[in-house]
């Protein structure tokens, strides 16, 4: 004798943010931005060897409008950063990001003044995944991460957030 038995065949019991959650989670169109040799191991992760298709995410997006998961793979170069900011403008929200790669996450080896020294500079990540390059397995973890942090988010808490510059003064 519990509340079970007083509750109709034909009503389901949870919350809005589960629900939209666990659609969000479950239809997640990744928009493939590949610059380096990260790349290779991102289209790795899309054969049919490790089977994206399991997490909704058989195809690549082709246009950033259709896309809401953007994973950056790879080295960014300061002539490419307006681009990628771009590309990220135009995905509609709610939109995440994979930061993939020691490249793409802190400019890898490259410390000079022509690669940007973390994406995270210019648009907000969510996920970053180490190594040089990371292995299909490695990105699989961090959407599976992703599909973690999806589930524990408010749809009335959704805000857009803007990456935090950092400015030293000099002096």
């Not at 049919?48 to 790879?74: K, N, T, W």
């Not at 990540?125 to 988010?153: A, F, N, S, W």
Request: positive net charge; glycine residues 8%; proline residues 8%.
């Amino acid at each position: 004798m519990g509340l079970e038995e007083n509750i109709p065949d034909s009503i389901i019991l949870t919350t809005v943010d589960y629900v939209v959650n666990w659609s969000r989670k479950s239809s997640m169109w990744p928009f493939g931005f590949g610059l380096a040799c990260c790349a290779i191991e991102m289209i790795a992760t899309f054969a049919a060897h490790f089977d994206l298709a399991r997490f909704g995410m058989e195809v690549m997006r082709p246009s950033p409008r259709q896309a809401d998961l953007m994973i950056v793979a790879g080295r960014v170069s300061n002539k490419m950063a307006p681009v990628v900011k771009r590309l990220y403008d135009q995905m509609p929200n709610p939109k995440w990001v994979i930061s993939m790669g020691a490249c793409a996450s802190c400019g890898g080896i490259f410390n000079n003044y022509a690669i940007l020294q973390g994406v995270d500079r210019i648009i907000p990540v969510d996920i970053y995944i180490p190594g040089c390059p990371p292995r299909p397995e490695q990105l699989i973890d961090g959407i599976v991460r992703l599909h973690k942090k999806v589930m524990t988010e408010s749809v009335k808490d959704k805000r857009e957030t803007q990456p935090q510059r950092i400015v030293s003064k000099k002096g």
